[in-house]
Nanobody
């Protein structure tokens, strides 16, 4: 059974940085197309970044140039480096995986989800 466990969330001031991790257990991280999503209170879950099993990355316009997705196959871990954080980045952040994703922002395409890690950015 594949499981995803996020960590690294916390509280920072605007302009600060955080690095999120998503540990994959059960199968290798390189077997999946993987994404980071976030959900703020009262809002729909939205795609933040995605990395295909071939290493191709995609980003939401709102985070381009500030966030970077990466993976370490040896550690079986997906990362999200978040720089220059803004109050509007405040949300619960989720890691998600699927064997193949056609539209990376479509939450319905991801079969496996982590439990989430909270990111709070104060102004």
């Amino acid at each position: 059974q594949v499981q995803l466990v996020e960590s690294g969330g916390g509280s920072v001031q605007a302009g600060g940085s955080l690095s999120l991790s998503c540990l994959v257990s059960g199968l290798g991280v390189s077997r999946f197309d993987m994404g980071w999503f976030r959900q703020a209170p009262g809002k729909e879950r939205e795609g933040v970044a995605n990395m295909t099993k071939d290493g191709i990355t995609s980003y939401a316009d709102s985070v381009k140039g500030r966030f970077a997705i990466s993976k370490d196959a040896a550690k079986n871990t997906l990362y999200l480096q978040m720089n220059n954080l803004k109050p509007e980045d405040t949300a619960m952040y989720y890691c998600a995986a699927s064997y193949r994703v056609a539209v990376w922002t479509n939450t319905n395409e991801y079969r496996i989800w982590g439990q989430g890690t909270q990111v709070t950015v104060s102004s």
